[in-house]
């Protein structure tokens, strides 16, 4: 599989057989560059864009195109791969982890405690609960997500 990788100024897109995925890396963002990365193909590969045993683009090949450095394509390469989403093989490249899934669900499981204590928090301070309500669908409707858009 061949990818074509573009930055156009904070907005990056990647050409797989599926088509053409835009994603935006904020240059000028606090948040890491390898972060911005890591979040981005962690949503590629959780939504099935990028497929089980499929090879990501490689190091130098995503650098080259999006004008990063080479090592921040490794470090966020290196953190999926310790979060268990990709694996790598020397000389081979890095692939979509097939049972990422199952640590999807330990994470989501995670996930839904920490924000059960936040929302009881939230309550406790005296947050209404139709307000919470709507800044969840707000949050869905601008990011997506859930199993509306699986």
């Known amino acids: ?4 990788l573009n930055c156009i100024k904070d907005n990056s897109t990647l050409s797989t057989d599926e088509g053409v995925i835009m994603f935006e890396l904020d240059m000028r963002s606090r948040k890491p560059i390898y972060e911005q990365l890591v979040d981005k193909l962690k949503e590629l590969i959780i939504n099935e ?3 089980s045993d499929e090879q990501l683009p490689s190091v130098r090949t995503l650098a080259g195109q999006l004008t990063i450095n080479p090592n921040t394509i490794q470090k ?3 953190e999926l791969e310790t979060q268990g989403f990709i694996y ?3 000389g081979k490249g890095s692939f979509v982890n097939s049972n990422h899934q199952k640590k999807d669900k330990e994470r989501i499981d995670s996930v839904k405690r920490e924000l059960e204590k936040l929302i009881l928090e939230a309550l406790y301070l005296g947050v209404p609960a139709n307000e919470l309500i709507g800044l969840v669908q707000d949050l869905e409707a601008s990011k997506g997500g859930g199993a509306g858009n699986d």
């Open 76 to 78: 966020a390469y290196r």
């Open 88 to 90: 790598s093989i020397k």
């Open 1 to 4: 599989m061949e990818y074509n």
């Open 49 to 51: 864009v990028f497929k």
